[in-house]
């Protein structure tokens, strides 16, 4: 999983904004979270968050968020995108960090109250 995700990091990016990759995923799945998460300024960890879009899309709407992968190269990918967002999103963007979606013990229990967890557990 690492592997892929190291080679494919540019293009995992951009996949959900276009068209004929994960535009329609990222409409349905934005519906869905403006439904049923915590309103802001909830504590959101992005537990396989890539690329950092779904965090930047929550810290843009003031929710506390941390961003946690696998991957170093997608963790670089989104480090990037954080320190080029408005000052007043990034600064929603608690923590960008390695760790294994299934081993969350680096985070006391009640840390959070919602979790993202969109991709890690597919395979």
């Known amino acids: 999983m690492r592997d ?12 959900l904004s276009r068209p004929a ?16 998460l915590p309103p802001a300024p909830a504590r959101i960890l992005d537990d396989g968050g890539g690329p950092g879009s779904w965090t930047l899309w929550l810290a843009h709407r003031g929710y506390q968020v941390t961003l946690t ?15 080029q967002a408005p000052q007043r999103c990034a600064g929603n963007v608690e923590a960008v960090m ?9 985070f006391p229990d009640d ?11 597919i395979t």
């Open 69 to 83: 992968d696998l991957s170093p190269a997608l963790l670089n990918v989104a480090r990037d995108r954080v320190a």
């Open 98 to 106: 390695e760790a294994d979606e299934c081993d969350l013990s680096a």
């Open 111 to 121: 840390s959070f109250d919602a979790l993202l967890c969109r991709g890690p557990f």
């Open 21 to 36: 990759d994960g535009a329609v995923e990222w409409e349905l799945h934005a519906r869905a979270l403006e439904e049923y």
């Open 4 to 15: 892929y995700y190291e080679q494919s990091a540019k293009r995992e990016a951009g996949r």
